[in-house]
Structure formats: structure tokens, C-alpha cells
């Protein structure tokens, strides 16, 4: 195997976290910023791109694969936590806001599934994050959420979270579902996908969804999520209305934030 073999184990419902079991030398990726804990032995350091063997063949290529990653609106950078110790040793990583992990046995996915490009979370060593070009005007201009998305590839371990519930969709050949943009989490790499217009003016200006679907056409699996975080956090938005420039409620817990983030 070209990726490392490590096992895991989720804690948790609605708030969870992944435990990673790493065996000495064993690796594991993630994004900055998602570790929750580890072992005093576990070893971390910053690498280009995701440390795996597609990135490699020098300098200029890591760096090169690591830019691309700037299009998905992460860093150059990813972090590697390494079990430089003895025996069996754990790090932990976790949802940045409410939703489920799901788990990617990326050896029984035909090494490969494409994802919204704020879905990775960790990932086995040696498995490549990417990006996936939708090459189709309709995608490139109107695919919102689903214009670039982040595929990947490998023979191990990965693990994408999704906000609210996670209902995942086998379609078989020709059989086609339409899903919000922001509400695809993840499909496999047979799945065709494209951007759809919603017809007719009323639906386009007052359905209140949006004027454009995303459409999956199998063979392949779809995973869904009840709730995409820029839904919940338009509701947040919307719900902590401002006067003026001053927010409304300053003896609430979301007027000490706004005055905390406006330096009062």
C-alpha cells in the first residue's frame, strides 16, 4: 500500500471527533487548525501540499501542487502528525462545526471520490488531495459551491465532514437526483455532475432555493448533507440584526462577540 494503514474510531453524534490510532512511523494529514489532541509522542510538521507520492519528483512540483490548493481557498501548507514514539499512539481530529464524519476507505472507492472543497478533514498519509476542474460553462460560471471541488486519491484512510445529517445515495446507471449546490458533500469518481437551471421565473425569484441545482447522474454514490454551513450561518447573520452600525441586544452574548470582534 502506498498509504499508511491506520485505524480509527469516532466519538460522538452531532459533535464528533475522530480518534487515529498510529503505529510508530505512521502518518496522518490535516488540514491547520483540526487537531483536538494527541499523545505526547505524536510528532507534528508542516509540509507542502499533502506529503504523498503525487506530489513528489522535487521542489518546484510540491510547490506547484501545493498553490493549486490555494483555488480551493486553503493554505499552501498541511500538517503531518507522525508517531515518533513507541507502541500504539492516538491524535484526534474534529468537526469544525456541527455535522457528522464520514469515513472513506478510499481502497473500496475505487481509489478516488470528489468532494466540496471545505469537506477533508484528515487523511492517512499518502493519500493525495487535489483539486477536480469542472470543465462545462454551465458549472464554471453557476456552481456556486460545486465550481471547485477537491478530489481524493489513494489506497487508504480518509475522513470529509458534513453539517447536520449525512444520507448517503447509491444511483444506479442513468438514474439522476438534483441537490441543492451546497448540499453535495461528496460522490465517486463515475458520478457525472453538472449545474441544472430552475425553470421558470417564480421558482428563479421566490422558491427561496436558489436558481441552480446540482445534478448527479449515476453509477456511483452521493453523500448529502442536511445542512451546508453557509446556510447556517446566513441564519446566524440574519438573526443578529444591526442599527446603524451597532448591533441590537448589546447585553447578549452575540453583542459581547460583536464588540470583542470590533475591538470595544
Same mark, same amino acid.
Given at each position: 500500500?502506498?498509504?499508511?494503514?491506520?485505524?480509527?474510531?469516532?466519538?460522538? !453524534?452531532?459533535?464528533?471527533?475522530?480518534?487515529?490510532?498510529?503505529?510508530?512511523?505512521? $502518518?496522518?494529514?490535516?488540514?491547520?487548525?483540526?487537531?483536538?489532541?494527541?499523545? $505526547?509522542?505524536?510528532?507534528?510538521?508542516?509540509?507542502?501540499?499533502?506529503?504523498?507520492?503525487? $506530489?513528489?519528483?522535487?521542489?518546484?512540483?510540491?510547490?506547484?501542487?501545493?498553490? *493549486?490548493?490555494?483555488?480551493?481557498?486553503?493554505?499552501?501548507?498541511?500538517?503531518?502528525?507522525?508517531?515518533? /514514539?513507541?507502541?500504539?499512539?492516538?491524535?484526534?481530529?474534529? $468537526?469544525?462545526?456541527?455535522?457528522?464524519?464520514?469515513?472513506?476507505?478510499?481502497?473500496?472507492?475505487?481509489? #478516488?471520490?470528489?468532494?466540496? *472543497?471545505?469537506?477533508?478533514?484528515?487523511?492517512?498519509?499518502?493519500?493525495?488531495?487535489?483539486?477536480? =476542474?469542472?470543465?462545462?460553462?454551465? +458549472?464554471? %460560471?453557476?456552481?456556486?459551491?460545486?465550481?471547485?471541488?477537491?478530489?481524493?486519491?489513494?489506497?487508504?484512510?480518509?475522513?470529509?465532514?458534513?453539517?447536520?445529517?449525512?444520507?448517503?445515495?447509491?444511483?444506479?446507471?442513468?438514474?439522476?437526483? #438534483?441537490?441543492?449546490?451546497?448540499?453535495? +458533500?461528496?460522490?465517486?469518481? !463515475?458520478?457525472?455532475?453538472?449545474?441544472?437551471?430552475?425553470?421558470?421565473?417564480?421558482?428563479?425569484? %421566490?422558491?427561496?432555493?436558489?436558481?441552480?441545482?446540482?445534478?448527479?447522474?449515476?453509477?456511483?454514490?452521493?453523500? +448529502?448533507?442536511?445542512?451546508?454551513? @453557509?446556510?447556517?450561518?446566513?441564519?446566524?447573520?440574519?438573526?443578529?440584526?444591526?442599527?446603524? /452600525?451597532?448591533?441590537?441586544?448589546?447585553? @447578549?452574548?452575540?453583542?459581547?462577540?460583536?464588540?470583542? =470582534? !470590533?475591538?470595544?
Amino acid at each position: 500500500m502506498s498509504a499508511h494503514d491506520i485505524d480509527y474510531k469516532l466519538y460522538g !453524534d452531532d459533535m464528533q471527533f475522530v480518534e487515529i490510532e498510529l503505529d510508530p512511523n505512521e $502518518s496522518v494529514i490535516a488540514e491547520a487548525g483540526a487537531m483536538m489532541m494527541m499523545s $505526547s509522542s505524536i510528532q507534528m510538521d508542516t509540509i507542502f501540499g499533502d506529503g504523498s507520492k503525487q $506530489s513528489g519528483g522535487g521542489f518546484m512540483n510540491k510547490l506547484f501542487g501545493a498553490g *493549486k490548493r490555494i483555488l480551493t481557498g486553503e493554505s499552501l501548507f498541511m500538517t503531518v502528525f507522525t508517531n515518533g /514514539g513507541h507502541g500504539k499512539q492516538h491524535v484526534s481530529f474534529a $468537526s469544525p462545526y456541527p455535522g457528522k464524519i464520514i469515513p472513506m476507505d478510499l481502497s473500496e472507492l475505487d481509489g #478516488k471520490i470528489i468532494c466540496q *472543497k471545505d469537506a477533508f478533514l484528515c487523511a492517512a498519509k499518502g493519500v493525495s488531495v487535489g483539486i477536480d =476542474f469542472k470543465r462545462k460553462l454551465g +458549472v464554471g %460560471f453557476f456552481g456556486g459551491e460545486g465550481f471547485i471541488l477537491q478530489k481524493l486519491e489513494g489506497d487508504g484512510m480518509a475522513f470529509v465532514h458534513a453539517g447536520g445529517t449525512i444520507i448517503k445515495k447509491n444511483l444506479m446507471p442513468g438514474e439522476t437526483l #438534483k441537490i441543492d449546490t451546497g448540499c453535495l +458533500v461528496a460522490m465517486t469518481k !463515475d458520478v457525472h455532475y453538472d449545474i441544472e437551471f430552475v425553470g421558470g421565473v417564480k421558482s428563479a425569484f %421566490f422558491g427561496g432555493e436558489g436558481l441552480f441545482f446540482a445534478t448527479v447522474r449515476g453509477p456511483g454514490s452521493v453523500w +448529502v448533507q442536511s445542512l451546508p454551513f @453557509s446556510r447556517l450561518a446566513d441564519r446566524i447573520f440574519a438573526a443578529a440584526p444591526q442599527t446603524a /452600525g451597532k448591533r441590537v441586544g448589546e447585553g @447578549s452574548a452575540l453583542g459581547l462577540l460583536g464588540d470583542i =470582534f !470590533d475591538g470595544e
